[in-house]
């Protein structure tokens, strides 16, 4: 990593390396353990949205906030999103910075411009879902979408199971305009990606729906993640009272994941279907799939991930 200190604060401007998957996976899952026996607290997302411009016109972008506490660090995230309509460029600005301040001395520790930690942490979850509720004899992973995401998603996932099929999809894919996910077969479709596999890694930055889930066998495990874009959502919201839904925390998921806002809004799904989250997860507490039907993790990034990865900068970690 590329880090100064200034005044005892560690500054992280840029990852020259990449911290070990198996220390990042360490890392959230103690974080979740701590949070399950309330040594952690993790309060909700706060977004803040731009005012318009003067025309009206566009979305004019939003800040979100993400804080946690661990033993011993608070941390808080501000990520904002300035869409084109609000920059006049072409796309997006996406960035992240996080902050570290120690609940022992009051003082900074790190500031880290996070944007590659919140890839980090984003497939770093949902690679941990697939540890709690994917069996141990998976063999088929099937990607979809090709980005920074796409590729962290499937390292990670590399380092939970030992996949002996894998295969990607995404429009980029096809084009030859992304890069190649290593190891991954191309497929036409990501229905056809997801035919009979066993964990489906939904990893996009789309706003609407990506895979039809009637491609989906009975059993597999099935994870997305969360975009900018407001209400986004990788699947179909009704598609949730088919499935045993999990997600990363459950006192605030269902009031920020797209497809579970528009589901419960629209009297599909209510929340108290959620079967459980990471901590239950993580201290047992809540019922593993049944195999019944497909098993669906939703995560929308938390606090604590973020704190829990961005400790393992400091220097005496």
Same mark, same amino acid.
């Given at each position: 990593?590329a880090s100064s200190s200034v005044d005892g604060?560690?500054?992280?401007?840029?990852?020259?390396?990449?911290?070990?998957?198996?220390?990042?996976?360490?890392?959230?899952?103690?974080?979740?353990?701590?949070?399950?026996?309330?040594?952690?607290? @993790?309060?909700?997302?706060?977004?803040?949205?731009?005012?318009?411009?003067?025309?009206?016109?566009?979305?004019?972008?939003?800040?979100?906030?993400? @804080?946690?506490?661990? =033993?011993?660090?608070?941390?808080?995230?501000?990520?904002?999103?300035? =869409? =084109?309509?609000?920059?006049?460029?072409? *796309?997006?600005?996406?960035?992240?910075?996080?902050?570290?301040?120690? *609940?022992?001395?009051? @003082?900074?520790? $790190?500031?880290?411009?996070?944007?590659?930690?919140?890839?980090?942490?984003?497939?770093?979850?949902?690679?941990?879902?697939?540890?709690?509720?994917?069996?141990?004899?998976?063999?088929?992973?099937?990607?979809?979408?090709?980005?920074?995401?796409?590729?962290?998603?499937?390292?990670?996932?590399?380092?939970?199971?030992?996949?002996?099929?894998?295969?990607?999809?995404?429009?980029?894919?096809?084009?030859?305009?992304?890069?190649?996910?290593?190891?991954? *077969?191309?497929?036409?479709?990501?229905?056809?990606?997801?035919?009979?596999?066993?964990?489906?890694?939904?990893?996009?930055?789309?706003? *609407?729906?990506?895979?039809?889930?009637?491609?989906?066998?009975?059993?597999?495990?099935?994870?997305?993640?969360?975009?900018?874009?407001?209400?986004?959502?990788?699947?179909?919201?009704?598609? $949730?009272?088919?499935?045993?839904?999990?997600?990363?925390?459950? =006192?605030?998921?269902?009031?920020?994941?797209g497809d579970m806002v528009l589901a419960i809004?629209?009297?599909?799904?209510?929340?108290? @279907?959620?079967?459980?989250?990471?901590?239950?997860?993580?201290?047992?507490?809540?019922?593993?799939?049944?195999?019944?039907?497909?098993?669906?993790?939703?995560s929308v990034g938390l606090g604590i991930e973020?704190?829990?990865?961005?400790?393992?900068?400091?220097?005496?970690?």
């Amino acid at each position: 990593m590329a880090s100064s200190s200034v005044d005892g604060i560690t500054v992280v401007t840029s990852p020259d390396g990449r911290l070990a998957e198996t220390a990042v996976l360490g890392a959230l899952r103690e974080a979740f353990g701590a949070l399950a026996d309330g040594r952690a607290v @993790q309060p909700a997302q706060s977004l803040t949205e731009l005012p318009a411009p003067g025309n009206g016109a566009g979305y004019p972008g939003d800040v979100i906030v993400y @804080q946690g506490l661990l =033993p011993g660090v608070y941390g808080v995230k501000a990520s904002p999103y300035l =869409p =084109p309509s609000a920059t006049g460029m072409d *796309t997006a600005i996406v960035t992240a910075w996080t902050l570290l301040v120690s *609940t022992r001395t009051g @003082q900074p520790v $790190l500031l880290c411009d996070s944007k590659w930690l919140t890839t980090e942490r984003t497939a770093a979850t949902s690679a941990l879902a697939v540890d709690l509720l994917a069996g141990a004899d998976v063999r088929t992973l099937a990607v979809i979408g090709a980005g920074p995401v796409a590729h962290a998603h499937l390292r990670y996932a590399k380092a939970v199971r030992e996949f002996a099929d894998v295969r990607a999809y995404s429009p980029g894919l096809a084009s030859g305009v992304r890069p190649p996910l290593a190891g991954a *077969t191309v497929t036409a479709t990501a229905e056809e990606a997801a035919d009979g596999a066993d964990v489906i890694l939904l990893c996009t930055s789309s706003a *609407t729906p990506v895979l039809d889930l009637g491609a989906v066998r009975t059993g597999a495990v099935v994870t997305a993640v969360s975009t900018n874009a407001p209400r986004a959502h990788e699947i179909e919201p009704s598609e $949730l009272a088919g499935m045993e839904v999990y997600a990363d925390y459950r =006192p605030t998921v269902t009031g920020v994941a797209g497809d579970m806002v528009l589901a419960i809004d629209q009297g599909l799904w209510s929340a108290d @279907q959620l079967r459980g989250d990471l901590p239950e997860l993580v201290s047992r507490s809540a019922p593993p799939p049944t195999g019944e039907r497909v098993a669906y993790f939703r995560s929308v990034g938390l606090g604590i991930e973020d704190v829990a990865i961005a400790r393992l900068l400091l220097p005496d970690d």
